[in-house]
């Protein structure tokens, strides 16, 4: 039996209502006990005194890309769920835009197979909507579900044809399982470069307009309506997507959604201008699909956060190799290597006011796992919370220490961040996944007596 009590920590979980100075026992890999004084009656354990800091649930994330198979000169699911846990993450949806595309039985069956050998914290496969992502004709669905899959998603590019969509909520409806949309029309982005706006002006890029964004979630919460079937929006980022989703939920439609750390806190002009106006650049560290919008844009996803439009903050963790970013901006990869950062970045907001710490803690714990059903679909019960019997997934955090991000330290292959030099207040100390300690930071990890086994990789 191996035995972890952390003693004197603030453990905050939203789910069950605590937020107090109390201990928690770890036991095989599942929560035991929470309260006060509990880990002084436990003998023979390891020991974690977490004065000052907090523990919360581990983080899940519904959106990242692992790049295994086919693009491993990106990143790998070694060390993608490595940055994971670096980031307090452990639970991680894995995208689909891989090499084969997950569009059959035998690919997620070869992929389930990496992941056991190689995962660091739990990866939860998501399969492609269409065959190889075309967007022409269904893939598997029934198949697809019995192989393991959480949500099917063509995400980096939107199912555009109309019918199809339906037809694919239709089967979600069958089926139960999530259809995440990635909502762009692919007829008003073709090109874009950036966010359409004054920015993509001054810089003379072809921009991607918020109307196509809208367009899409205005049409598939339609769809959804029709169909009964459960239509996730994948990173929603304007202030229009929130407004159509918080009516489509008000209606009761089966619509889910997340928002992206840099929806939450970036703006276009971080592509063009680095905190002066004198000097233009074209920062490709800040391209991504969907683009980077406007003030408004920030506002009214944080608001959709603290009131629970927007169910998850979900990372959209999308690692590229520097020769796929250090390149004209018109041929640079969209996306952003975000797991290491997301939950700093993240607390911008909670530091500005916008919503409480709680609610961060929820958007990433709790809401993610009962937005797509993970509990139940994973046999997991109590995953996303601090219930006793649920899996010993924890993080450990400082929610005021200031760092600064240096990607030298990051675990994932993809360095493309915008973050780069940046200092952000809120560090993950340590994360433990099913029992086991899988990040120590190293200001912590003397103290604590830990060591990172992700030391040096
Ligand atoms: O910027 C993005 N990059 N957006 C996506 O939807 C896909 C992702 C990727 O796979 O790199």
């Given at each position: 039996m191996t035995t972890l009590a952390i003693h004197n920590a603030r453990i905050i979980d939203p789910e069950l209502n605590l937020d107090g100075i109390v201990d928690i026992v770890l036991v095989d890999g599942r929560i035991a006990r929470v309260g006060p004084?509990?880990?002084?009656?436990?003998?023979?354990a390891e020991r974690?005194?977490?004065?000052g800091l907090v523990v919360s649930a581990g983080f899940v994330d519904l959106h990242c890309h692992l790049r295994e198979p086919g693009f491993e000169y990106k990143e790998t699911i070694a060390t993608g769920t490595a940055a994971a846990a670096r980031g307090g993450f452990t639970t991680v949806c894995a995208m689909p835009n891989t090499s084969p595309p997950m569009d059959s039985q035998a690919s997620i069956e070869s992929l389930l197979r990496q992941i056991e050998q190689s995962a660091q914290v739990r990866v939860l496969p998501i399969g492609c909507i269409t065959v190889g992502r075309q967007g022409d004709e269904l893939a598997p669905a029934g198949e697809l579900v019995d192989s393991g899959v959480v949500a099917l998603s063509d995400d980096g590019d939107a199912v555009a044809d109309a019918a199809l969509m339906q037809a694919a909520l239709s089967y979600s409806s069958l089926f139960n399982l999530p259809v995440s949309q990635h909502a762009e029309d692919p007829s008003l982005v073709?090109?874009?470069?950036?966010?359409?706006?004054w920015v993509s002006t001054r810089l003379g890029l072809r921009g991607r307009p918020s109307s196509a964004e809208e367009i899409f979630v205005a049409r598939d919460i339609a769809l959804a309506e029709l169909t009964g079937g459960h239509l996730h929006i994948a990173h929603v980022s304007t202030a229009g997507s929130v407004a159509l989703i918080a009516a489509a939920k008000a209606r009761g439609v089966n619509v889910t959604a997340e928002v992206t750390p840099h929806h939450l806190t970036l703006t276009h002009e971080l592509v063009a201008f680095d905190?002066?106006?004198?000097d233009i650049r074209y920062d490709?560290?800040?391209?991504v699909n969907p683009p980077l919008r406007v003030d408004s844009d920030l506002e009214a996803l944080g608001i959709g956060i603290r009131d629970g439009i927007i169910d998850a903050i979900a990372t959209d963790h999308a690692p590229h190799s520097l020769s796929d970013k250090e390149i004209e901006f018109d041929l640079a990869a969209p996306g952003i290597s975000m797991l290491e950062t997301a939950f700093a970045l993240t607390m911008t907001r909670v530091h500005d006011g916008t919503f409480p710490l709680g609610t961060l803690i929820r958007s990433l714990t709790s809401a993610p796992v009962r937005a797509w059903d993970l509990d139940k679909r994973t046999g997991l019960?109590?995953?996303?919370?601090?219930?006793?019997?649920?899996?010993?997934d924890l993080v450990i955090f400082d929610p005021d220490m200031e760092w600064t991000v240096d990607?030298?330290?990051?675990?994932?292959?993809?360095?493309?961040?915008?973050?780069?030099g940046r200092t952000l207040k809120g560090k993950v100390l340590v994360t433990i996944s099913e029992g086991e300690i899988m990040h120590a930071d190293s200001l912590v990890a003397g103290r604590l007596r830990l060591t990172d086994r992700n030391e040096g990789i």
């Open positions: 004084n509990e880990a002084e009656m436990v003998i023979d974690i005194d977490a004065t073709s090109d874009g470069q950036m966010h359409e706006g905190g002066n106006y004198k490709a560290s800040a391209k019960s109590g995953l996303g919370t601090l219930a006793p019997g649920a899996p010993a990607v030298g330290d990051f675990r994932s292959k993809g360095k493309n961040t915008p973050l780069e």
